[in-house]
């Protein structure tokens, strides 16, 4: 594997995923594959599981890890030809440049303005690191995709699943802060290559992009979406047509225990209690959340092990 931006990146998904599986049960077997190789995080938004599993997962593999976190560091130019006599300190083709100097592979971070989609949508922090950076970018969510969550989401599913092709749902939930659509963009994409029977349900107004959702059933109508669902898997996305903005706090759309049936309730985190979800959701064997935190690792690792048997 040359990168990891996008789940396109994946040769074989379904090997991936066992792969994955398979070092979960030993995840020291690879433990010197990454001796005298270095992994840089750089991170220009929060996190908590992507930076901690991302992490381990390199120290699983015997890497050296440096986290970045860009708020501490200079402010970074992205723009081309720039007369940079105002904020910015640094231009990104000398950063990208020096930083490869002192790693073997650069996980980036970096979150969508929500504000000037076309801006975001040519992911111009993700990309001015794969065109200046001289080794290989790993996405630790972009503006318009999280492939690291997608993989992990892929192999919860694949551990879980107690039929060949689950019935799967993705459901909006309600959330009063203007969220991105990257983890619903790639969850999206990573089910269309599953054999899962794949439906999304949102409210009208909270379509996502036409091209990622192209073939895929949307429901508007929650109740009858989530009839028979193996795993629902809930996330709110601010609208992508109005972009940016919060239409709808129908706390109608909450996920609670009544509407889940016998599904299993999968979230990202981090996840608004009682807003998002009601607590006798979380609270109960039907959440698998913590499992796929857990499997945030193993995602990370299996991805970082295909990159350094390509260095
Ligand atoms: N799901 C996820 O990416 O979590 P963090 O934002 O805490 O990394």
Known sequence: MKKYTDIKDIANLSEIIQEAIQLKQNPFQFENLGTHKTLVMLFFNASLRTRLSTEKAAKN???????????????????????????????IKEAAQVISQYTDIIAVRAFPSLIDKQKDEQEFVLNSFIEYASVPIVNMESATAHPLQALTDAITIAELKTKESPKVVLSWAPHPKVLPHAVANSF????????????????????????????????????????????????????????????????????????????????????????????????????????????????????????????
């Not at 976190?69 to 640094?90: C, K, P, Q, R, Y």
């Not at 089910?191 to 409210?203: A, K």
């Not at 309730?265 to 857990?294: G, T």
Request: with cysteine.
């Open 61 to 91: 593999l015997g890497m050296q890890v440096m986290v970045l976190n860009v708020s501490d560091a200079w402010n970074i130019e992205f723009e081309d030809g720039t007369i940079m006599n105002l904020n910015t300190s640094e231009h």
């Open 188 to 311: 999206v994409k990573m089910m269309q290559e599953l054999d899962v029977d794949f439906s999304i349900t949102h409210p009208e107004g909270y379509e996502l992009r036409g091209d990622i959702t192209k073939g895929t059933p949307i429901n508007y109508n929650q109740k009858d979406a989530l009839k028979d669902a193996d795993f629902v898997y809930v996330k709110n996305w601010s609208s992508y047509n109005d972009y940016g903005k919060v239409l709808s706090e129908d706390t109608n759309w909450m996920m609670t225990k009544e509407k889940l049936g016998k599904a299993k309730f999968m979230h990202c985190l981090p996840v608004r209690r009682n807003v998002v979800v009601e607590d006798a959701v979380l609270d109960s064997e039907q959440s698998i959340v913590i499992q796929q935190a857990n499997n945030r690792t193993f995602a990370a690792q299996i991805v970082l092990k295909k990159i350094l048997e390509n260095l």
